[in-house]
């Protein structure tokens, strides 16, 4: 009796185990951020279990849970060349998250190697219809336009929503970047130049009308000149200013005489030496005058 009493608590203890272990494979627990996916026996059941306790039949049932968070995907850097013939390297990087959690199972096999795959074909394709110029200025458009083509696969028949996609990085050749670097060089002189040439305009504007409003008024000029000197005499130097009126200049000019020009220089041609006559030298010593005066001879 001793032997069948414990046979049956043995047996008692047993069950016992065995339907805490079975209750334990029962029970999952599914996160907030998660949904459930149940296979009995490979057959996918319908709908999938919400977050919170779900029960499943040990042996039959198998939970698979599914993130619905958005997933952030790195795109590899890929080679292309654009429409204007420059070849670029571009990566970029999707954001993607799961709303059909059956879908994302049973139609792809890995959705996060089909989504990056896609990516990729995409972004080479948007390379190539792009220039240069498009793709480091206008990203938004790029960015829309890779959107809309990566989500068109994979939403629909993977159950994967596409939320952005951004392009990260743009690598030029080190020739092309010298040569933006030169025409970059070259605008900002250009427009320097404009701004001191537009500088000067207005500058020779406005000398042209403070001329003109002195020449109306001359006192304005001496006032000026006043004013000239009394700025200069502020400055702690050694620098003397005697005012001279430009009118004595003037008076000057208009009471000097035209004789006080120098005559202008014409040029003569050399003339020809004459021949010179010697004189008879044994005529005047033979032939004395008659009407010399004789020396007297002490």
Known sequence: MNALETTIVIAIVAIGIIGLITAARAVRVVQQYERGVVFRFGRVQEGSRSPGLTLIVPGVDRLVKVNLQITTLSVPAQDGITRD??????????????????????????????????????????????????????????????????????????????????????????????????????????????????????????????????????????????????????EKNSTLVMPFPVELLRFLDRVTPAASTPAPVVATRPRAPEAVTMPDVRRVTSEPDPEATPMPVA
Not at 131 to 149: A, G, P, W, Y
């Open 85 to 234: 013939n420059v070849s670029v390297r571009v990566d970029a990087v999707v954001y993607f998250r799961v709303v059909d959690p059956v879908k994302a199972l049973v139609n792809v096999q890995n959705y996060l190697y089909a989504v990056s795959q896609v990516a990729q074909t995409s972004l080479r394709a948007v390379i190539g219809r792009a220039d240069l110029d498009e793709l480091l200025s206008d990203r938004d458009k790029l960015n829309s336009e890779l959107t809309s083509i990566i989500d068109t696969p994979t939403e629909g028949p993977w159950g994967v929503k596409v939320e952005r996609v951004e392009v990260k990085d743009v690598a030029l050749p080190e020739s092309m970047k010298r040569s933006m670097s030169r025409q970059a060089e070259a605008e900002r002189e250009r427009r320097a130049r404009v701004i001191a040439a537009d500088g000067e305009y207005q500058a020779a504007t406005k000398l042209a009308q403070a001329a003109a409003t002195m020449a109306a008024d001359p006192a304005a000029l001496q006032l000026r000149l006043l004013q000239t000197v009394v700025e200069v005499a502020a």
